[in-house]
């Protein structure tokens, strides 16, 4: 199927142009919210997925009675053998025993290798219900279902799946493409605020690190976006999905340019790592690890303070933290030390050397030192003195 094909989605779908492994998005209002009026759309979806087998859908306990059982019914109406597998809500169980209970569920079901696990839910199941389809039967097709604003503008596209290891973040996982992604404004009515904000940071994200005319877009219309307007909220998930596909399509595997979309992720998976995951919200881990890159960036003088200081106003706006928590040097490095950018032990950041402009770098410790140790925090930004 083709960016053209007549499917009833709010908007056109985008492409992720990665050759025999390319699909679709779809930014569509109510397939999962009210599934028995959008039978047709998922007739077609599967059929462009190549679905031939049974359904495993992976979703979590909050979500089962909400979306997840109506949608059950409804596939099962289609004509596919269903396997619903209901796991624990939580970042804290991101891990092995999660990947664990759905390949049990799926081996108890007998599914085959043309079985297609459906994602349904935020980042969490998604990352996880990927990861379990990549290595069930060494990879059977999945389909992402994002019902958090995070899942439909980040980690439901671009095919990075796995789960968190109790000495670091997202350590243990694999690229596993999926064959395409159905996302529902609608589901975002539900969604806490909380949420809802973790997921405007990785919106933020995107404008900061790479559109600067995005990011001027997003100060304009962040009124509209916090009571959810549904025109707002169609543009800033289509130009985030946007970005995100047109660097995944030309580095896949991020052996370069891919690295540009953890701007403020080396920060923020220290943060949800030593707090123990759950505690502070991916999103929010992001929004103050951006930050503390674009402070390390001033400090570099690669970029003006008053572009920090339009992002910090920017994330306060959307009701995000913008201070670090009280780590130590030595915890802050212990926790960054893990991550996947490192080379040869050392530390790569992604710095923004203008709005909506980004690159990946090594920096000297006595500049990282600076920015982990400020205090107050609140005078992050003030104190990066640009050279
Ligand atoms: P999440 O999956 O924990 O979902 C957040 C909460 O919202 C959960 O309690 C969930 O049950 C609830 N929820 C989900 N949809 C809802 C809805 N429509 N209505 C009401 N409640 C709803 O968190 P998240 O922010 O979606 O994802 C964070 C995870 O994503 C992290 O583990 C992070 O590492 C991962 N991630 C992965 C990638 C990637 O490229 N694979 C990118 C960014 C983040
Ligand atoms: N969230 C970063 C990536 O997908 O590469």
């Given at each position: 199927?083709t960016?053209?094909?007549?499917?009833?989605?709010?908007?056109?779908?985008?492409?992720?142009a990665?050759g025999?492994?390319s699909?679709l998005?779809?930014?569509?209002?109510?397939p999962v919210?009210?599934?028995p009026?959008?039978?047709?759309?998922?007739?077609?979806?599967?059929?462009?997925?190549?679905?031939?087998?049974d359904?495993?859908v992976?979703?979590?306990?909050?979500?089962?009675?909400?979306?997840?059982?109506?949608l059950c019914?409804?596939?099962?109406?289609l004509?596919?053998?269903?396997?619903?597998?209901?796991?624990?809500d939580g970042?804290?169980?991101?891990?092995?025993?999660?990947?664990?209970?759905i390949?049990d569920a799926?081996?108890?079901?007998?599914?085959?290798r043309?079985a297609?696990v459906?994602?349904?839910?935020?980042?969490v199941?998604?990352?996880?219900?990927?990861f379990?389809?990549?290595?069930?039967?060494?990879g059977?097709?999945?389909?992402?279902?994002?019902?958090?604003?995070?899942?439909?503008?980040?980690?439901?596209?671009g095919?990075?799946?796995?789960?968190?290891?109790p000495?670091?973040?997202?350590?243990i996982?694999?690229?596993?493409?999926?064959?395409?992604?159905?996302?529902?404004l609608?589901?975002?009515?539900t969604?806490?605020?909380?949420?809802?904000a973790?997921?405007?940071?990785?919106?933020?994200?995107?404008?900061?690190?790479?559109?600067?005319?995005?990011f001027?877009?997003l100060?304009?219309?962040?009124?509209?976006?916090l009571?959810?307007?549904?025109?707002?909220?169609?543009?800033?998930?289509r130009?985030?999905c946007?970005?995100?596909a047109e660097?995944?399509g030309?580095d896949?595997?991020e052996?370069?340019?891919r690295?540009?979309?953890?701007?403020g992720h080396?920060?923020?998976?220290a943060i949800?790592?030593a707090?123990?995951?759950?505690?502070?919200?991916h999103g929010?881990?992001?929004?103050v690890?951006?930050?503390?890159?674009?402070?390390l960036?001033?400090?570099l003088?690669?970029?003006?303070?008053?572009?920090?200081?339009?992002?910090?106003?920017l994330?306060?706006?959307?009701?995000?933290?913008?201070?670090p928590?009280?780590?130590s040097?030595?915890?802050w490095?212990?926790?960054?030390?893990t991550?996947?950018?490192?080379?040869?032990?050392?530390?790569?950041?992604?710095?923004?050397?203008g709005?909506g402009?980004s690159?990946v770098?090594?920096?000297?410790?006595a500049?990282l030192?600076?920015?982990?140790?400020?205090?107050?925090?609140?005078?992050?930004?003030?104190?990066?003195?640009?050279?």
């Amino acid at each position: 199927m083709t960016p053209d094909s007549p499917m009833p989605s709010t908007d056109r779908p985008l492409l992720v142009a990665l050759g025999d492994r390319s699909y679709l998005i779809h930014i569509a209002d109510g397939p999962v919210s009210g599934p028995p009026s959008h039978a047709a759309f998922w007739s077609a979806l599967f059929a462009e997925c190549g679905t031939v087998g049974d359904l495993a859908v992976v979703t979590n306990d909050t979500l089962a009675p909400r979306y997840g059982e109506a949608l059950c019914r409804l596939f099962t109406k289609l004509g596919y053998r269903v396997v619903p597998i209901v796991v624990p809500d939580g970042e804290r169980f991101k891990n092995a025993e999660m990947l664990d209970t759905i390949h049990d569920a799926m081996l108890e079901a007998r599914l085959d290798r043309t079985a297609t696990v459906v994602a349904l839910g935020g980042g969490v199941v998604g990352d996880v219900a990927g990861f379990a389809a990549a290595t069930y039967q060494r990879g059977v097709r999945f389909i992402q279902v994002p019902t958090t604003l995070l899942a439909q503008v980040d980690s439901s596209v671009g095919g990075k799946t796995g789960i968190n290891h109790p000495l670091g973040k997202n350590m243990i996982g694999a690229f596993h493409q999926p064959r395409g992604v159905v996302v529902d404004l609608s589901t975002l009515d539900t969604l806490p605020a909380r949420e809802y904000a973790a997921g405007l940071a990785e919106v933020i994200k995107y404008g900061a690190s790479l559109d600067a005319t995005f990011f001027t877009w997003l100060e304009d219309a962040m009124p509209r976006l916090l009571m959810r307007d549904r025109g707002a909220l169609t543009h800033a998930i289509r130009r985030s999905c946007e970005l995100k596909a047109e660097i995944v399509g030309s580095d896949e595997r991020e052996s370069g340019r891919r690295a540009l979309l953890n701007f403020g992720h080396t920060f923020g998976h220290a943060i949800e790592g030593a707090s123990g995951y759950g505690s502070w919200l991916h999103g929010e881990a992001v929004a103050v690890g951006m930050v503390m890159a674009a402070a390390l960036s001033a400090k570099l003088g690669l970029v003006e303070q008053s572009v920090c200081r339009r992002l910090v106003a920017l994330l306060a706006t959307a009701g995000l933290p913008v201070e670090p928590p009280r780590l130590s040097v030595e915890e802050w490095r212990r926790w960054m030390s893990t991550d996947k950018k490192a080379e040869r032990g050392r530390l790569r950041f992604v710095l923004i050397d203008g709005l909506g402009s980004s690159r990946v770098s090594q920096v000297d410790d006595a500049d990282l030192d600076a920015v982990l140790s400020a205090r107050p925090e609140s005078s992050l930004v003030d104190q990066a003195v640009v050279v």
